[in-house]
């Protein structure tokens, strides 16, 4: 019985379905990314309906959620072990959970099984609420927030990705065979903190789960075969957590291209048809070709044009800009 692990990075979208329906199906043990629910073993069991299930999470992607259940209740028919860690969030929804009871949250960051979640989420929490109230100042001051927030939303990732490494290798201690992990692509270090976790004779492999079809994509709109899109955010993100040197001039440039993009993305949940299979990855690469033709300068005279614009007509007025840019050349 082999003893592998497969990190699969993916975001919830329609598109990863068929992804998740293939690696289900190679592996012994699927891990989520999720902090572990009471009704969970009751859907994977059918004694409640998936649907049912379903509507008991508040999401932006409502349909991803109802297939990928679906998904996970044939994998645990077909007698795969499913389980659910992500130790971050279950200590959150914890805290949560008393502050509905009455405690005081100042005595919820005393306790030590809560203190370091607590400042983490609090202090990422404080500079995304400070971010917000940038976007109606002026722009440098909406690049410093942004900048601000991605420190410390960098420590809470590192952090969540530390501890569900840890926890993970717990789980796995006694157990063969092959292993799946859900993780989302900003999750990227949970690899390197889960090669610390492991003993070494598990073999772990990493990789974008839509990696094959994002290379395709990629290559057509920008030119590269890229497994990912990775943008100006998660740049800055990775930059933090990995503690990097940091060139201030491309920290304040991603930075405001971070602004673009918040007004560019569409947040809502996008279908795949026959002439758009994967529409969010087409999306973003289209995103990261249009950010990549963006100065500092430009980014500060688009967003005040656009940031009380829909998506669609923001990457319109993008779209006009640029052309007009490079004609001006």
């Not at 840890?166 to 990227?188: C, P, T």
């Not at 492999?205 to 920008?222: C, D, G, H, N, Y």
Request: hydrophobic residues 40%; proline residues 6%.
């Amino acid at each position: 019985m082999p003893k592998e692990i497969y990190i699969g990075f993916s975001s919830h979208r329609l598109e990863s379905i068929p992804f998740y329906k293939k690696v289900f199906g190679q592996t012994d043990f699927i891990i989520l990314e999720d902090a572990p629910d009471p009704l969970f073993i009751s859907m994977l069991k059918e004694e409640i309906s998936s649907e049912q299930y379903s509507q008991k999470f508040e999401t932006d992607f409502p349909k991803f959620i109802q297939s990928q259940f679906e998904l996970l209740q044939k994998a645990y028919q077909d007698g795969k072990e499913v389980t659910q860690i992500d130790p971050y969030m279950e200590k959150v929804i914890q805290m949560y959970q008393l502050l509905e009871e009455g405690e005081k949250a100042q005595e919820i960051s005393q306790l030590p099984e809560f203190r370091e979640v607590y400042t983490a989420e609090h202090n990422a929490t404080g500079r995304l609420l400070d971010y917000y109230q940038a976007t109606m100042e002026t722009f440098e001051q909406a690049v410093e927030a942004i900048k601000a927030f991605a420190r410390a939303d960098a420590q809470r990732i590192a952090l969540r990705d530390k501890m569900r490494a840890e926890k993970i290798a717990q789980y796995l201690q006694n157990k063969r065979g092959r292993v799946f992990i859900e993780a989302g692509y900003i999750h990227l270090f949970l690899s390197s903190f889960l090669r610390k976790s492991m003993p070494p004779d598990w073999k772990l492999k990493a990789s974008f789960l839509l990696a094959s079809v994002s290379r395709q994509i990629a290559k057509s709109i920008i030119g590269k075969p890229l497994p990912y899109p990775l943008v100006s955010g998660d740049i800055l993100t990775f930059w933090y957590i990995g503690k990097k040197k940091i060139n201030p001039e491309k920290e304040r440039l991603f930075a405001a291209q971070v602004l673009i993009y918040n007004q560019l993305i569409t947040p809502e949940e996008l279908e795949p048809t026959p002439e758009v299979p994967y529409p969010h990855l087409k999306q973003e690469f289209e995103i990261k070709a249009m950010l990549k033709k963006l100065s500092y300068l430009d980014c500060s005279r688009l967003y005040p044009l656009i940031k009380f614009l829909s998506p669609e007509k923001s990457r319109a007025l993008v779209k006009k800009f640029i052309c007009a840019k490079k004609n001006s050349d």
